[in-house]
């Protein structure tokens, strides 16, 4: 959540600085797909929210200015990426702990040797 918090407090000083909006959202939507992928899906649909909402309404109502289809594809894809997320932390969570021993190739004193050209493996 640390992340999430100074990701949109560094954007919001970027937009107030008067820099133009654009790649600045990227950052942004990674912390909200990374605090969601945490088990955090609430607060990152919330904070998604508000930085979009607040950037609509500046831009629409102190700025003037129409919103177009690039605006709404990224308030769209912020949810998106919380929902995926949450879907990462959710399958995790079911997949349970993984241990590396359950990796590892399981070689026994009569295994042949890696790259052994009888068993075919390295040809």
Known sequence: MAVLGATLAVSLAYHLAGYPAGPTNLPVLVAIYSAAAAG????ALLAS?????VGFAYRSLVEGETLGVEAFSAAALAPTLAL?????????A???????ATLQPK????SPPLGDASTGAGS
């Open 40 to 43: 955090r899906l609430l607060p």
């Open 49 to 53: 929210g508000a930085f979009f909402g």
């Open 84 to 92: 995926l997320g949450d879907a990462t932390s959710r399958r995790r």
């Open 94 to 100: 079911a997949r349970g702990p993984t241990s590396t």
């Open 107 to 110: 070689i026994t004193p009569d």
